[in-house]
């Protein structure tokens, strides 16, 4: 992005000051009517060049609304012009390349034929040798006319780099607030030649007293009322809360962010912002995944008492399927006879997680039953017979 940038709030200081006074002095009431607020850009950058130069042409006038990546502004660029051609001249040259790849294929030809020579007896290793080494030559010097051409490219990018950088963009969708420089004028890479706004979104800083701290959350919508001569009412969503009080005035910081699309609203207004009554809704708690309920105690247990009355649960009764993987009981043995057999499925717990269901799914496949990770009474007699055996 092109332009020397250098960001920063309008009238922040004077205006927050006096707003913050403002709120301290309003209490506790001043919930009810609203914050005192201010209306600013989102941000106001000073835009300059990073290159010295003359200004040949300012493409914009105060006031005027620019799109991010806009031309605003043109330095004098004869020369950057000049190096461009020139660079474009030599990354078109292919004169070197051509010649020695004419030559390597010379060469090549050549070993050939001092090869079949050398296998009749009619040429010497020696000549056939020299053949060889000026075939490589060849080859070398191919080799750096196609890195010189290759330099000669780059150099041809880097000499349209300068050339695009004596053209001074927009970096954001903005209004000109201020022109700095004129045609004719030197520039350089600390001297401003305009200032843009953005003022899409808006920000809106308020100082709030401390007493309602922790009820105004990131994300929440507040409303904002500007004041005259601006009226009606926006919505506006939190977006920093400051974590650091200001102890002199017994308040903190808020930024909310407005929406302003169609340029509606200008920035540097007053305005009154009320946070919604209440303490906000926390975002529902995460549901635990499955390994976290299975390393979990069963619900209502009290020591190793709950998990003997797991084990006490009577086993359920064959239904055609053999398959019973919501029994607390049945899990619970079956964690204990995999433990035993040295199958880790964690927590003996009654409680079928991804632990258990990972040591069912290696003993089903290590004994040859069918792999499907679920507890089942044929898999609670395979590990009976198969604690029977060992014992």
Known sequence: ????????????????????????????????DGFDCVIEPRQVIELGSPDDGVVQEILVDRGDAVE??????????????????????????????????????????????AQQLHEKSILSTKQLDEAEVERELAEYGLRAAEMDRSMAVMALKV????LERRTIRSPVNGIIVELTKSPGELTHDQAPIMTIAQIDPLNV?????????????GGME??????????????????????????ASDTFGVRLLLPNPD???????????RFPQGKAELPPAKAPDTDTAAAAPPENAEGDGAVASIADEPLP??????????NKALIYVIQTKLADAGYDPGTADGVLGDQTRAAIRAYQGAHGLEIDGQPSLELFNALRQSASAIR
Request: with cysteine; glycine share 10%; net charge negative.
């Open 1 to 32: 992005m092109n332009g020397f940038l250098h960001i920063g709030a309008v009238a922040l200081g004077v205006a927050l000051i006096a707003g913050g006074g403002a709120v301290a002095a309003q209490g506790g009431a001043g919930a009810a």
């Open 68 to 113: 991010e990546g806009a031309p605003v502004v043109r330095l004098d660029y004869d020369l950057q012009s000049l190096a461009v051609e020139h660079a474009r001249l030599q990354a078109e040259r292919n004169v070197e390349v051509r010649s020695n790849r004419a030559q390597l294929q010379y060469r090549k030809r050549e070993v050939d034929r």
């Open 159 to 162: 000499a349209e780099a300068r």
């Open 205 to 217: 800083e308020v100082f709030v007293p401390i007493e309602p701290y922790g009820t105004i959350t």
């Open 222 to 247: 507040a409303e904002v009322r500007p004041s005259p001569p601006v009226n009606g009412s926006y919505t506006a969503r939190v977006e920093v809360v400051d974590q650091v009080l200001d102890t």
């Open 263 to 273: 340029h509606e609203l200008p920035a540097g207004l007053k305005c009154t912002v």
């Open 317 to 326: 009764e064959p239904d055609g399927t053999g398959t019973a993987w919501d």
